[in-house]
């Protein structure tokens, strides 16, 4: 003990990395269902917070940003690569409400995921 400071542990940073790596592919696993910060933090067997700052420091992302993106991108590949509904998209990646989904959406690719499918569909 160095005088009068209380010594933090610190985890190593490709700890921290292998910790982030475990999280991201339980995301990528269970993406299509609902998700908990506790279900994230469980997989890199940290508490929430850690989770959360492990996540905003790497990734500069929150999990949940993150898992929306991801959600996000997921519905891009089947907009381009099926032809399932608007709604049924929405559900296969994990929203819970097409006009949530159509909003979120919207805020990200600046387009609503018909006009995506419409501007990106190859002909």
Known sequence: MLSGHTEKKQVPRNQHLTILKDMIHFISNHYTEKISLEEISLAGKISKTTCTHIFVKYTNQTPFSYLTEYRLKKSTE??????????????????????????????????????????????
């Not at 409400?97 to 501007?119: D, I, L, M, N, V």
Request: proline share 2%; aromatic share 16%.
């Open 78 to 123: 089947l907009l381009l690569t099926t032809d399932c509904t608007i709604s049924e998209i929405c559900f296969e990646v994990g929203f819970s409400g097409a006009s949530y989904f159509a909003e979120t959406f919207k805020k990200s690719y600046h387009c609503s995921p018909s006009e995506y499918r419409s501007a990106h569909a190859v002909t």
